[in-house]
């Protein structure tokens, strides 16, 4: 199966002329999801003793398989915070798989990860981070956050009187679902400053004002959001680290979905404060157009991280020596075994410039406030919060939540866009709203407009 003969040839073939198809389609077919024994009789057994030979099976993926999955660059596709990596960034994607670089350590892939380093610089440089400051790419944004706060536990425990504490850390009711999964991977407890709107510094102070004595001795670090994926929300970063330099707390910063804007002129101030976190989560595979997996973790002091993460063993001893001397990622962050993620981006940064990485990041919060007045403008429809970032959240009058799902499941169906609802706190209740979140440059105001008729029925 190593082989190079005439059906590896005319199976490259076929793969390279759908990436091609695929990659030039600009409004790709809105798939739609089947149930598992659906596709099992469609498909049949396609893992065998003999196999069922390459053409079969790609024939079944694009055929079949593929039209059950919803493409994430649909200029619809308005849902969950959805993603348009560049045309440049999916065919090094490519060029990434089929060079077979391991992107744990220097020795192995020195080429690969220099590429990395040039566009972990630029992100650094969008954050303000003091010089000395550099991160790694991570599968996404869990495991950024997960790396980081492994950093800030084990650099807490530094202090022999944290030995054998369960930790505690302080977020927001708004913050991702993924501070509370990392929460249980290292054991740490969890307190949530509830505030659906923006975490502020007198927030956290009274939350911390209010701990009991074992409490605040187990307190090792706050997570604020820059850029909620609820709403685009962003936490009073300035006045947070403030509270956390006087605390002697670490700050962590998960800008997963909204780092991508401190690309942005026109937002760049909302940012302020970022510069003093501890560490930062981007996601380049979100707003800025990777392909995924593409996360970041970056931190103000890449050599805590490295005396969290560095793993030990005889047969690595050689990535440590002198003539192997480098940037391991593997040291940096949560895994060892890793692909040279940050690839794409670096090819797409080097082939287009930031100057277009800031347009399009710009592109999708002039969307989301194009949408804020067309909805403004419906009688029918009603904002819920001006719009933030790229998140748009409104109702429509008289809707009940099975209003919301319906009309969620009857444009999927008629194939014209893909927007859930989501639900926001209105007079102390969770009521369900409707949700935009742009990403795609290529998504019009025609899209919204027809998207916005639908509810008009």
Same mark, same amino acid.
């Given at each position: ?62 055929? *079949?398989?593929?039209?059950?999955? *919803? ?97 505690? *850390? ?262 369900? *709203? ?24």
């Amino acid at each position: 199966m190593h082989n190079i003969d005439i059906e590896l040839v005319e199976m490259t073939l076929d793969v390279m002329k759908y990436s091609i198809n695929r990659i030039t389609n600009t409004s790709p077919e809105l798939g739609q999801p089947k149930k598992e024994e659906e596709l099992r009789k469609l498909v049949g057994d396609t893992i065998t003793a003999k196999g069922i030979g390459g053409e079969n099976a790609f024939h079944l993926f694009r055929d *079949v398989l593929v039209k059950a999955t *919803v493409p994430i660059d649909h200029p619809r596709h308005l849902a969950f915070v959805p993603a348009s990596p560049t045309r440049a960034a999916i065919m090094f994607d490519l060029v990434t798989s089929a060079s077979s670089i391991h992107g744990a350590y220097w020795m192995e892939g020195a080429g690969g990860i220099f590429c990395e380093n040039e566009a972990m610089q630029w992100l650094v440089t969008l954050t303000g981070l003091p010089v000395g400051a550099f991160g790694v790419f991570t599968s996404g944004g869990t495991a950024a956050n997960l790396s980081a706060m492994v950093t800030a536990r084990e650099y807490w425990r530094t202090n022999i009187k944290n030995l054998n504490k369960k930790a505690l *850390v302080i977020t927001s009711a708004g913050a991702h679902s993924s501070i509370k999964a990392m929460a249980k991977v290292i054991d740490a407890d969890v307190l949530l400053v509830e505030t659906e709107d923006l975490m502020t510094a007198r927030d956290l102070q009274n939350k911390i004002d209010r701990l009991d004595a074992d409490q605040r001795k187990r307190l090792f670090a706050v997570v604020a959001t820059g850029g909620t994926t609820n709403a685009g929300i962003i936490d009073d970063l300035e006045g947070i680290a403030q509270v956390c330099e006087k605390e002697e707390l670490w700050f962590h910063v998960d800008a997963a979905y909204g780092g991508g804007a401190l690309a942005a002129d026109s937002v760049r101030h909302l940012f302020n404060g970022i510069e003093k976190a501890d560490s930062i989560t981007i996601d380049p595979h979100k707003w800025l157009f990777s392909p995924y997996d593409c996360g970041a973790v970056i931190y103000k002091n890449p050599e805590l991280a490295k005396a969290a993460h560095s793993q030990e063993g005889s047969y690595l001893e050689i990535f440590k020596d002198e003539g192997a001397s480098g940037f391991n990622p593997a040291d940096y962050q949560i895994q060892l075994t890793r692909r040279i993620r940050g690839l794409p981006l670096w090819f797409s940064l080097a082939m287009h410039g930031t100057d277009k990485y800031k347009w399009a990041v710009e592109m999708g919060i002039k969307l989301a406030n194009l949408a804020g007045e067309l909805i403004a403008d419906r009688e029918h429809l009603e904002l819920v919060r001006k719009p933030s970032l790229s998140c748009v959240l409104f109702r429509r009058k008289g809707w009940s939540p099975d209003d919301y799902r319906n009309w969620t499941y009857k444009n999927h169906r008629d194939g014209l866009a893909l927007v859930t609802p989501t639900k926001w706190i209105i007079n102390d209740v969770a009521e369900t *709203v409707a949700r935009f979140c742009f990403i795609n440059p290529d998504t019009t105001i025609e899209d919204i407009v027809a998207i916005l008729e639908t509810m008009e029925e």
